[in-house]
């Protein structure tokens, strides 16, 4: 992140449509100087054993979009024994990885329970979501140099798509409301808390770049170049 009044460069690459470098290329380039913005939007996800919550994802005309990560946290209910658990999460069409069947040693994308003591304490809340991170970068070449950000709203299948074909599937996801769907276990089925069995709390943080109104720098790629 560059402050006011610092001095920085930038190195400028040309690739085609297809996304592959280009560098004997001519080109002209345009620079544009950003702020970044953080914006926090919380819901609740409320319901006996699921619910979902849809998550306002919508930025400011022009901005781009930076990063989008959820943390999310669940009433102490019933959550305190085996097999009482948050057995699903599901952002979109993907099931994120994590809970009690998931692999010992890996590294979940949710925490499933069950907590010791979570259970009759409708003021305590355990963690499931810890800023997880709904925007990812996809790439539509095997080495992963050419990528784009994109929600994660399903899971690539290589022998029924391409690379390429999964990044415009993922582009053509509208998450101006994304579904974020929660499952907790048959076994959760005493003291609700609000009157829901499964009472949760979610918060989305966007952190997205707008364009300054001033400040913009134009030239050839080799005056730009030359700019410190």
């Known amino acids: ?19 592959n470098l280009q560098p004997g290329a001519a ?16 819901v609740r996800c409320r319901g006996m054993q699921f619910c979902t919550s849809l998550l306002n994802t919508s930025t400011p005309p022009g901005a781009h979009l930076l990063s989008a990560r959820i943390t999310a946290s669940i009433t102490c209910t019933d959550l305190d024994f085996e097999r009482e658990t948050v057995e699903l999460v599901r952002l979109g069409g993907y099931n994120l990885q994590g809970g009690a069947e998931f692999p010992a040693g890996g590294i979940p994308e949710f925490q499933g329970g069950p907590w010791p003591g979570c259970f009759r304490k409708c003021l305590e809340a355990r963690p499931v979501l810890d800023g997880y991170p709904a925007v990812q970068d996809v790439c539509w070449d095997s080495s992963g140099g050419v990528c784009a950000p994109r929600f994660r709203t399903s899971v690539w299948d290589p022998s029924q798509e391409t690379r390429f074909e999964y990044l415009v599937r993922l582009s053509e996801f509208d998450v101006a409301d994304l579904p974020l769907f929660m499952h907790v276990s048959e076994e959760v089925n005493f003291h609700p808390c609000d009157g829901y069995l499964l009472n949760a709390h979610i918060s989305l ?10 400040g913009v720098l134009s030239g050839s790629g080799a005056a730009l170049g030359a700019i410190d």
Not at 27 to 42: C, M, P
């Open 205 to 214: 943080t966007l952190r997205y770049a707008l364009p300054e109104a001033a």
């Open 27 to 42: 080109h002209n380039a345009t620079a544009t100087l950003f702020r970044v913005e953080e914006d926090v939007r919380s």
């Open 1 to 19: 992140v560059i402050q006011g009044g610092e001095n920085f460069s930038a190195t400028v690459v040309a690739v085609d449509a297809g996304g």
